[in-house]
């Protein structure tokens, strides 16, 4: 298993909207960078994801989330009325991709950036060292230490 992290901003999609979509689950789609288009290739199902809230003070991971379905062609690129059409991007040859995420937990708490900055042990965290990167890979000992500060207990 692998562990991840997806950013997203609140008013766009929130840990909240996952909860209350149809089965806790949405796609992940709409990512136009290639470090994390190839984040998204390297998921599998049931890795798991921590859903951090960016564009917002405090920026936090509010959730954690489940790889249902694996990488597969990101339709919205292929559709030229869509924010995210790419006419370079074709059905046969796709550019981009998406995955198939379900809510698995609100976090107790939340951990902001600032507490995940001051945490020794998470100072080398993607997170910290990417910073903007919207997929990006979680080390198993980084998601615990999330996990533990957020008061988790699973």
Known sequence: MNYWLVKSEPSVFSFDDLLSSPRRTTHWDGVRNYAARNHLRAMARGDLVLFYHSGVTPSEIVGVAEVTRAAYPDPTAFDP?????????????????????????????????????????????????????????????????????????G
């Not at 009325?81 to 939340?110: G, I």
């Not at 900055?117 to 979680?138: C, D, F, I, N």
């Open 81 to 153: 009325a869509d924010a995210h059409f790419d006419p370079k991007s074709k059905p046969d040859a796709p550019t981009w991709f998406m995955v198939d995420l379900r809510a698995v937990e609100k976090l107790p708490r939340p951990v902001s950036l600032d507490e995940i900055k001051r945490t020794k042990a998470l100072q080398q965290m993607a997170l910290v060292r990417l910073g903007r990167l919207s997929v990006q890979p979680v080390t198993e000992r980084e998601y615990e230490l999330v996990r533990e500060l957020s008061g988790s207990r």
